[in-house]
């Protein structure tokens, strides 16, 4: 696909064809990782963590003093084992 590079604002912009997106698997809206590989622009859509969170940031907001109790689920109720 030829295409050109055009102003948009204070930047340039590249239209990205329906096709291309969905051969990407990524839509409108959707990040992506964005480099230059052997003179080539490749543009992949970007690693996301689930629920669009970083576990290893969330446990490092915890407090350092925490202290947690194991949860108690009670008695088996089935066939379950403990």
Same mark, same amino acid.
């Given at each position: 696909?030829?295409?050109?590079?055009?102003? @948009?604002?204070?930047?340039?912009? &590249? !239209?990205?064809? !329906? *096709?291309?997106?969905?051969? &990407?698997?990524?839509?409108?809206?959707? !990040?992506?990782?964005?480099? +230059? /590989? *052997?003179?080539?622009?490749?543009?992949?859509?970007?690693?996301? +963590?689930?629920?669009?969170?970083?576990?290893?940031? &969330? +446990?490092?907001? &915890?407090?350092? *003093? /925490?202290?947690?109790?194991? *949860?108690? @689920?009670? %008695? %088996? +109720?089935? !066939?379950?084992? @403990?």
């Amino acid at each position: 696909m030829i295409t050109e590079i055009k102003k @948009w604002g204070n930047s340039q912009g &590249l !239209r990205i064809s !329906r *096709d291309l997106l969905a051969q &990407l698997r990524i839509a409108v809206g959707d !990040r992506v990782d964005v480099a +230059v /590989r *052997d003179g080539a622009l490749v543009i992949t859509p970007a690693r996301q +963590v689930r629920g669009a969170h970083d576990l290893r940031a &969330l +446990v490092n907001r &915890l407090p350092r *003093d /925490r202290r947690t109790t194991p *949860d108690t @689920w009670g %008695p %088996p +109720v089935g !066939r379950e084992e @403990w």
